[in-house]
Structure formats: structure tokens, C-alpha cells
């Protein structure tokens, strides 16, 4: 059994099927492409000449994605691309676009390492700020809560309302307007 991180060989048939020998069965250009997506290595031989059509089908899933709607390749990229097959750099065209794209992967790869090791709003200017500024409204939410509902089984016994209540209540609205400045600085 070959090993699944090493190329995956489809062979064309006469009848142009494509015949995954991995598995035993017929594909599609659609599989092919899920098979590169994956991380896959994939070799296209036409199995009577033994030609190697790998870069036609490829370029063949190219095409079939960009005529529907899935553009990846601007105009101006396809048009120099045109324009180098009838010129002489042509010689440095597919190493320069390999590089080019080898950056770009490693750059995502990079990214990608960084968003999930690290919290992105905890790296955001002032978040331990506004995180203490939350925990400040919510312990004193919490406390007036608590003083109120206190507040309100002992009106219950005596009908005497309680100051404090109200002046808790104004230090949590002075808070949260304060916190929501904080906040439309932030964005």
C-alpha cells in the first residue's frame, strides 16, 4: 500500500476516465482538485503513451474554476502570462512565480500558527484596560444587585425605601457610559 503523503498516480484511460490506483475507482477532475486541496501530490499518465498530462488537467481545473466565477487569477496576471510564452522570459517566469508563491504559503502558514497560539483581542491596544474596567462594572453590578434585592425584602417589612440603591445604581450607569466611551474609542 502506498504511503497517502506521497503522489497520488491517476491514470487516463482510452476512454479519458481518470482511474485513482490508490483506490480503485474512477474520479473527477472535481476529486482531483479536493485531492490537492488536501495537501496531495497528484500525477496524471495517460496510460497507453505513458505521457505525463498532470499540468493540462490542472490547468483544465483552473480554467473550469475561474469560468465559474471563482477568479483567483486577475486579468493582468493572465494577460502577462499570455504575453510570456512569446518572449524570452519565459525562462524566469516559472521560477519567479514558484518562489512567489512558496513565500505566500509560508506567510498564511505563519499567520495561520500565529492566530491560533495566541488570542487576537488579547493583543488589541488597552484590552487588559477594558477587561478590568468589565470586571469592575460586573462586581459592581453584582453588589448592587444583591444590596437591592436585600434592600427590597427589608421595604417589604418597614416600606422604607433605600437610598443607597438609587446611588449605586447612578455609580453603575456613570460605569457603563464610561466603559462604552472606552469601547468607540476602540473601534
Do not use: W
Not at 17 to 36: C, H, K, P, Q
Amino acid at each position: 500500500m502506498e504511503n497517502k503523503s506521497s503522489t497520488l498516480l491517476i491514470k487516463r484511460y482510452a476512454s479519458r476516465r481518470l482511474y485513482n490506483t490508490e483506490t480503485s475507482d474512477y474520479v473527477t477532475l472535481d476529486d482531483i482538485a479536493g485531492f490537492i486541496r488536501s495537501g496531495r501530490d497528484v500525477q496524471i499518465i495517460d496510460l497507453k503513451s505513458g505521457d505525463d498530462l498532470t499540468r493540462q488537467y490542472l490547468l483544465q481545473i483552473i480554467a473550469e474554476h475561474e469560468s465559474r466565477g471563482e477568479n483567483v487569477l486577475p486579468i493582468d496576471v493572465l494577460t502577462d502570462l499570455v504575453r510570456s510564452y512569446a518572449s524570452q522570459t519565459t525562462s524566469a517566469l516559472p521560477e519567479f512565480l514558484t518562489m512567489s508563491l512558496e513565500m505566500f504559503r509560508e506567510s498564511q502558514s505563519k499567520f495561520m500558527e500565529n492566530m491560533n497560539s495566541i488570542n487576537p483581542i488579547q493583543g488589541m491596544p488597552g484590552f487588559e484596560n477594558l477587561q478590568a474596567q468589565q470586571n469592575a462594572f460586573l462586581k459592581a453590578f453584582m453588589s448592587s444587585l444583591s444590596k437591592y434585592n436585600s434592600n427590597e425584602s427589608s421595604e417589604k417589612d418597614s416600606n422604607d425605601p433605600s437610598s443607597g440603591t438609587k446611588d449605586d445604581l447612578e455609580a453603575i450607569k456613570t460605569q457603563l457610559s464610561e466603559l462604552q466611551e472606552k469601547l468607540n474609542k476602540l473601534s
